[in-house]
T-cell receptor, first 119, second 110 residues
Framework: DGGITQSPKYLFRKEGQNVTLSCEQN?????MYWYRQDPGQGLRLIYY???????QKGDIAEGYSVSREKKESFPLTVTSAQKNPTAFYLC??????????????????FGAGTRLSVL | RKEVEQDPGPFNVPEGATVAFNCTYS??????FFWYRQDCRKEPKLLMS???SGNEDGRFTAQLNRASQYISLLIRDSKLSDSATYLC???????????FGTGTSLTVIP
């Protein structure tokens, strides 16, 4: 089945530690995204990538880093510089809107998420 | 001003009721509109896209009002299984950013 897989489902970080969240998709989507969701808040964009080897900062990129070496994979590293990392992290993908402007192609599909907590 | 704003609720309605949610957006260049459903501690899932002429999918009806810059979602004959948070999502089609509302919480009561 096609879809987006995030791992791990739960992750605990020690102070000063960097941790990496995995996101893999087999939908052949060009664009991938990372969001953070805090209780009672909407999704906030951390980073997005429209194509391999290219990515852009979102609204809250500080303390995070990403890479896009393969079309299928978009891992997110939460660095020690991120002082309040506890949140629900969601990865999403879509067809690149700049390539196909039909409405249905803008749909984002989400992975099941990773819950990150600080020890 | 936020890109997308929703009334967080909560909306508590009895089974069988009709309930409506509104969502306003600030960018008049916005072109794509969606409603997503998010269950507790789960990922958002697409409920329906919103088309200019309005569209219906079973008990769900979505409307777009470009002049007033809002979209709406109407749920008829509410079921217990409709209890969730409903997210409004907007995209300008000029970039890759999707803007999410904070969500409206719905609880359908037996």
């Amino acid at each position: 089945d096609g879809g987006i897989t995030q791992s791990p489902k739960y992750l605990f970080r020690k102070e000063g530690q960097n941790v990496t969240l995995s996101c893999e998709q087999n939908l052949n989507h060009d664009a991938m995204y990372w969001y953070r969701q805090d209780p009672g808040q909407g999704l906030r964009l951390i980073y997005y990538s429209q194509i391999v080897n290219d990515f852009q900062k979102g609204d809250i990129a500080e303390g995070y880093s990403v890479s896009r070496e393969k079309k299928e994979s978009f891992p997110l590293t939460v660095t020690s510089a991120q002082k309040n990392p506890t949140a629900f992290y969601l990865c999403a993908s879509s067809i690149d809107p700049n390539r196909d402007r039909r409405l249905a192609k803008y749909i984002q599909y989400f992975g099941a998420g990773t819950r990150l907590s600080v020890l | 001003r936020k890109e997308v704003e929703q009334d967080p609720g909560p909306f508590n309605v009895p089974e069988g009721a009709t309930v409506a949610f509104n969502c306003t957006y600030s960018n008049s260049a916005s072109q794509s509109f969606f409603w997503y459903r998010q269950d507790c501690r789960k990922e958002p899932k697409l409920l329906m896209s919103v088309y200019s002429s309005g569209n219906e999918d079973g008990r769900f009806t979505a409307q777009l009002n470009r002049a007033s810059q809002y979209i709406s979602l109407l749920i008829r004959d509410s079921k217990l299984s409709d209890s969730a948070t409903y997210l409004c999502v907007v995209n300008t089609n000029t970039g890759n950013q999707f803007y999410f509302g904070t969500g409206t919480s719905l609880t359908v009561i037996p």
